[in-house]
């Protein structure tokens, strides 16, 4: 099974500044099948990003997605309110599927 | 517009059993993979297992192989998740979702349930 470590835990910004998220794979992802989820309170997760840097349909440029391999990052441009939110990637080149553990993006 | 609506909050004793679903809307049900994701209150996701309702073909991760049993009832175009024997420990918000495309098994959940917390407890 892949385990995916995301880092960090925690990140504290302000609206408008650029956050950098980071998502370490324990071997590597099988055709860069990588996922990014956003999730805001009990709601369910919105897909992101896919194939390390695809946009889903409907999601704002300023989320953009990189990597390969095994390490892999999700770059938030200009934060807006509205993105301070868990994150967590998910591989899905192998199965089981896995999840990372989620990086909590909070207003500093 | 593609939906995926969920069964209503359920609380239970450890050792009943419980069947949860998620019914398809808006998309050919039989086409895409479709799985459950659990989250622990204040947890993160974890991924369950999928199925594929053309031929109900399974797979589960190995952390609840054995433990739950994933279904579908294409003549209702409903996954189902269920369990013999509930422990306190499947107290938790269960998510629904579907895959993005149909050409295979890789691909990421696009559309979601909107989840269904179960709670067991004595």
Same mark, same amino acid.
């Given at each position: 099974e892949i385990v995916l470590t995301q880092s960090p835990g925690t990140l504290s910004l302000s609206p408008g500044e650029r956050a950098t998220l980071f998502c370490r794979a324990s071997q590597s992802v099988s055709s860069n099948y990588l996922a990014w989820y956003q999730q805001k309170g009990g709601q369910a997760p919105r897909l992101l990003?896919? @194939?390390?840097?695809s946009r889903a349909? @409907?999601?704002?440029?300023?989320f953009s997605g990189s990597g390969s391999g095994t390490d892999f990052t999700l770059t938030i441009n200009?934060?807006?309110?509205?993105?301070f939110a868990m994150y967590y990637c998910q591989q899905y @080149?192998?199965?089981?599927r896995t999840f990372g553990g989620g990086t909590k993006v909070e207003i500093k | 517009e593609i939906q995926l609506v969920q069964s209503g909050a359920e609380v239970k004793k450890p050792g009943e059993s419980l069947k949860i679903s998620c019914k398809g809307s808006g998309?050919?049900?039989?086409n895409f993979w479709i799985g459950w994701v659990r989250q622990v209150p204040g947890q993160g996701l974890e991924w369950m297992g999928v199925i *594929?309702? +053309?031929?109900?073909d399974t797979k589960y991760s190995p952390s609840f192989e054995g433990h739950v049993t994933i279904s579908v009832d294409k003549s209702n175009n409903t996954a189902h998740l269920q369990w013999s024997s509930l422990r306190a420990s499947d107290s938790a918000m269960y998510f629904c979702a579907r895959q993005? +495309?149909?050409? +295979? *098994?890789d691909y990421p959940f696009k559309h979601w349930g909107q989840g269904t917390l179960v709670t067991v407890s004595s």
């Open positions: 990003i896919f @194939g390390a840097s349909t @409907g999601i704002p440029d300023r200009r934060l807006e309110p509205e993105d @080149g192998s199965s089981p | 998309y050919k049900f039989h *594929y309702p +053309g031929d109900s993005f +495309g149909n050409s +295979g *098994y």
